[in-house]
């Protein structure tokens, strides 16, 4: 919606519309001298004090870095992912490897999405955010099962199977089959070259190359969040940057707290039941990848 002022406006403004908590309202305030203000109204922010003399991008830009922060606060399924990576990571080297690739390729696909280079099918991206949390779990728990063949054979089939389905009931449509197929080679190559990487330097650059396949769909998933705040075409560049950014101070605060917490747990194990305790946490972040993906890929809204 545009709307023109005759009138000099008021100092601020408080917007008293319904919020759905999880949504954020895009506002942009032009002068006549060519100063301009930006918003972002949500449920915990309704107030928007626009001054003349303090009119300038820079409160927009850490609107949308509060924005990205509170994005990964929020995400369940973003923390689940980086929980899973975390617990994959025998070394704090591979954690380095594979935060960066996750970085590098939420941060590529995030922009070029943004940027309207690409548009992404919202609803298949966020399937699919599921089914990484799913691989990466299941990647880790082939590094101790012997029927690791099976296990592999069985994950790969699982975005077939449901690709299959959907497009059966027309719930997807064509190209999206494609994604579902594409992903079920990927995840059975993944699964099964996996097996073959045996020294610890090879399987930390592994995880960072994976990661950062894995950055680029969650990227797509962070691009639509943004993208729904209803942005101007005409100037991307600040809330793309302020997001991005917020993305990642979330991400580092999100995984200093995930370690800290990882490294007090384990302090109170015996070494024997370590083990144990990451199968079986590996195994619930499956299920959870499992059920999203699931959810999202039939369009089931909870």
């Given at each position: 919606m545009i709307f023109q002022?005759?009138?000099?406006?008021?100092?601020?403004?408080?917007?008293?519309?319904?919020?759905?908590?999880?949504?954020?309202?895009?506002?942009?305030?032009?002068?006549?001298?060519?100063?301009?203000?930006?918003?972002?109204?949500?449920?915990?922010?309704?107030?928007?004090?626009?001054?003349?003399?303090?009119?300038?991008?820079s409160s927009g830009f850490f609107g949308f870095v509060f924005a990205g922060i509170e994005h990964i606060g929020t995400g369940i399924d973003h923390i689940v992912f980086l929980l899973a990576v975390l617990l994959a990571s025998k070394h704090w080297k591979e954690v380095l490897l594979s935060i960066t690739g996750f970085t590098l390729g939420h941060s590529f696909t995030?922009?070029?999405?943004?940027?309207?280079?690409?548009?992404?099918?919202?609803?298949?991206?966020?399937?699919?955010?599921?089914?990484?949390?799913?691989i990466v779990a299941a990647k880790s728990v082939l590094g101790v099962e012997k029927s690791r063949n099976q296990i592999s054979f069985w994950v790969a089939s699982v975005p077939l199977i449901v690709g299959w389905i959907v497009w059966s009931l027309q719930i997807r449509e064509t190209h999206i089959l494609f994604a579902y197929i594409g992903m079920s080679f990927f995840t059975f190559c993944y699964l099964s070259f996996n097996r073959y990487i045996t020294d610890s330097k090879s399987k930390g650059l592994y995880l960072g190359i994976t990661t950062l396949a894995f950055g680029m769909v969650h990227g797509f998933g962070f691009a639509g969040f943004l993208l729904e705040t209803g942005l101007d075409r005409d100037h991307l560049l600040i809330p793309l940057l302020g997001f991005n950014l917020g993305v990642e101070i979330g991400q580092l605060i999100l995984i200093s707290l995930v370690l800290g917490m990882i490294w007090c747990l384990f302090r109170k194990i015996k070494p024997k039941f370590k083990e144990r305790v990451i199968l079986s946490l590996l195994f619930l972040l499956a299920t959870l990848g499992t059920y999203w993906f699931f959810q999202r890929s039939f369009q089931v809204h909870s």
């Open positions: 002022c005759e009138n000099s406006p008021p100092d601020f403004m408080i917007y008293t519309g319904f919020y759905a908590p999880s949504h954020l309202h895009y506002s942009r305030l032009s002068f006549e001298d060519g100063n301009i203000s930006e918003n972002l109204f949500q449920s915990k922010r309704t107030e928007w004090s626009f001054k003349k003399e303090s009119a300038s991008q995030l922009s070029i999405a943004t940027l309207n280079k690409i548009k992404p099918d919202t609803s298949g991206i966020e399937a699919f955010i599921g089914l990484t949390i799913l």
